[in-house]
C-alpha cells in the first residue's frame, strides 16, 4: 500500500544523545516535510524539502538537521536531544510544492528526559 | 505576523450540523486546507479552496472568503466517528502551510 511510513513509533531519550527518526515515502513525491506537533499549538514545520538533493529551513529548525539523498527518504536528526524538543514528529509529503495536498505518516512520539 | 484562529472545542449532536469557523492572516495567500486528526492519528486531507465560495464534498463542505480572511467546514449528519480534531491551515506567499491549533470536536449521542 502506498504511503509514508515514519520510524520509530515512540522512543524515550535521554537528554544531549542523538537520535534520527527515519521517513520514507513510496508515492514518488518530489517534496517532503517534518512538522512537530506540540499541545495547544499548530503543527510547526521544522525542514523541507523541494526536491532530492534540497533541503530548506522552517519555522523552528534550531537543534535539528536533514538530508535528502534520494526521493523516498528523508531522516531527521537531532544532534543533542533537550527537553524541549519532546513533542510528535509527523512526516509529510506532497506531489510539489506548490498547493498539491500534502500526505502525513503516522508519526513518531519523542520523549527527551 | 501569520496567524490562524479556531475554536478550541465544539460540541454537538450525533446527526446535528456543526460548523468550523477558522480566521486566517498570512502573507500572500495560496488556499486554505482542512485537515481531520483523529487522538494519536495523522492528519488526513479533508479540503481545499483557493476561490470564494462553497466546496461540497458529501457531509463535509468548506466555505472561503478572502476579502475576510475567513474559512469554514461545515459537517452535516453528525456520526460518532466525527469526533476528532479539525486543523485549518492556510498556505502563504511561500508555499508553507500555516496551522491552526485545531478544533476539537465532541460528537453525544
Known amino acids: 500500500i502506498a504511503g509514508i511510513t515514519q520510524a520509530p513509533t515512540s522512543q524515550i531519550l535521554a537528554a544531549g544523545r542523538r537520535m534520527t527518526l527515519r521517513c520514507t515515502q513510496d508515492?514518488?513525491?518530489?517534496?517532503m516535510y517534518w512538522y512537530r506537533q506540540d499541545l495547544g499549538l499548530g503543527l510547526r514545520l521544522i525542514h523541507y524539502?523541494?526536491?532530492?538533493?534540497?533541503?530548506g529551513k522552517g519555522e523552528v529548525p534550531d537543534g535539528y538537521s536533514v538530508s535528502r539523498a534520494n526521493t523516498d527518504d528523508f531522516p531527521l536528526t537531532l544532534a543533542s536531544a533537550v527537553p524541549s524538543q519532546t513533542s510528535v514528529y509527523f512526516c509529510?509529503?506532497?506531489?510539489?510544492?506548490?498547493?498539491?495536498?500534502?500526505?502525513f505518516g503516522p508519526g513518531t512520539r519523542l520523549t527527551v528526559l | 505576523g501569520q496567524n490562524i484562529d479556531q475554536p478550541t472545542e465544539m460540541t454537538a449532536t450525533e446527526g446535528a450540523i456543526v460548523q468550523i469557523n477558522c480566521t486566517y492572516q498570512?502573507?500572500?495567500?495560496?488556499?486554505l486546507f482542512w485537515y481531520q486528526q483523529h487522538a494519536g492519528e495523522a492528519p488526513t486531507f479533508l479540503s481545499y479552496?483557493?476561490l470564494d465560495g462553497l466546496e461540497e464534498k458529501g457531509r463535509f463542505s468548506s466555505f472561503l472568503s478572502r476579502s475576510k480572511g475567513y474559512s469554514y467546514l461545515l459537517l452535516k449528519e453528525l456520526q460518532m466517528k466525527d469526533s476528532a480534531s479539525y486543523l485549518c491551515?492556510?498556505?502563504?506567499?511561500?508555499?508553507?502551510?500555516?496551522w491552526g491549533a485545531g478544533t476539537k470536536l465532541i460528537i453525544k449521542p
Open positions: 509529510a509529503s506532497s506531489d510539489t510544492d506548490g498547493t498539491d495536498t500534502q500526505y
Open positions: 508515492m514518488r513525491h518530489n517534496a
Open positions: 524539502s523541494n526536491t532530492a538533493g534540497t533541503t
Open positions: 498570512t502573507s500572500g495567500f495560496n488556499g
Open positions: 479552496n483557493v
Open positions: 491551515a492556510a498556505m502563504d506567499s511561500n508555499y508553507q502551510l500555516i
